[in-house]
């Protein structure tokens, strides 16, 4: 069973940064894709980011692109993900995911298989 856990949430001003940290552990097997998404309180969950963990290939959506980075250290099995220029919009629960299944970057959070249990990131105007 894979385990994920998410740290580096906080509070930032808008126009700051913030880097989120996931942890992978228990890979007793191949994770292929991994992911960020995020929910803000009565909204869905919605994707952020995807990386591949052969390749590095990256995948964003459209609201973070040029201001999120997602990046993977498979040595030490951690996602990152860098945020700068925040907006109060940004504020939400952010997830990390994990794809077992398929090796194709995915927006949808039901292509996910391990979910960590969330960073609350708060952007202050």
């Known amino acids: 069973q894979v385990q994920l856990v998410e740290s580096g949430g906080g509070l930032v001003q808008a126009g700051g940064s913030l880097r989120l940290s996931c942890a992978v552990s228990k890979l007793t097997f191949s994770v292929n894709v991994m992911g960020w998404f995020r929910q803000a309180p009565g909204k869905e969950r919605e994707f952020v980011a995807a990386l591949t963990w052969i390749g590095g290939s990256t995948y964003y959506a459209d609201s973070v692109k040029g201001r999120f980075t997602i990046s993977g250290d498979n040595a030490k099995s951690t996602v990152a993900l860098q945020m700068n220029s925040l907006k109060p919009e940004d504020t939400a629960v952010y997830f990390c995911?994990?794809?077992?299944?398929?090796?194709?970057?995915?927006?949808?959070?039901?292509?996910?298989?391990?979910w960590g249990q969330g960073t609350q990131v708060t952007v202050s105007s």
């Open positions: 995911a994990a794809r077992r299944f398929g090796a194709s970057l995915s927006s949808d959070s039901k292509a996910y298989n391990y």
